[in-house]
């Protein structure tokens, strides 16, 4: 019954929709602990270019799945799926609860629809096969690329580093036949009963507030937070340096263009980002929208998670 699951509540949304400051005030009202949603949040020393809260921005609230990873390593929707059930689970024998804060609309979907791994069995002979070729980003693209030809649906949900969840999908679509977006009853049961709310924004008021971020992300050091991680030997290619802010500061630091250009550019990139979060956003059917320019945002907010 829905009354026994695990009740998680999610504040989600576009970047830059005040996320991040509600959720910490709902979060210290209600005694809660905040697990992070955020992607890039994820990485160590990575705080200008991500807008990670301070510490003094947390008010003391218990903040988890920050700061989790050094940015050399990579890490996969599956990985922070398997990381944060753990957490719930964990903080739920402990009597607290949890409010997810962020916006990796991926992150979101794996937790609230995990996909199921149905009833093929397992092909340990090709699961080593294509863990070997995962090695290589090449191969990466390549099992990705074999996946899309299968089950261009599934494809197109799952990151090219996400390589578990692909290399399962094509075992499944090449053992049944069927692509694996089409199989009965892929979805896997879940402990968790959801409650999620996703911030609203006038689009034109949400690209001012996109170049105001920009712009202080620049003012407080995001060159000089990149030009420190690849002279800590942060390779250019790595997962990490593919976030909005930092892939577009690299050419920047090497002279290609200006500081200029590269604000223009990552604000560009980050209204594209903000279209994709809410279109995404959009197909999920349990998603309630508040305004978070609306004088009673707060309160909204605070109504339909509490």
Known sequence: MESEKIVCRVLTGPTATSKTEIGIRLAKEMGWDILCMDSM???RRMNIGTAKPSADEMQGVCHHMLDICEPTENYSVSNYREDAEKLVYELAKQGREVLFVGGTALYLQAM???MGMGQVSANPKLREELKRLAETQEGKKGIHERLRKLDP???ERLPLNDV?????AIEVSEATGIPFSEQPNREASTDFGWKVVSTAMDRQHLYDKINERVAKMIQTGLKEEVAALLEEGVPEDAQSMQ???YKEMIPCIFGEYTIEDAAEKICLGTRHYAKRQMTFLKREERMQ???TESPAAYEEVR???V
Do not use: E, F, S
């Open 41 to 43: 949040q994820i990485y």
């Open 112 to 114: 609230m629809h995990p």
């Open 153 to 155: 649906v599934t494809a």
């Open 164 to 168: 578990r969840r692909i290399i399962r």
């Open 243 to 245: 976030g909005l802010g």
């Open 289 to 291: 929208y508040v305004d």
């Open 303 to 305: 109504r339909l998670l």
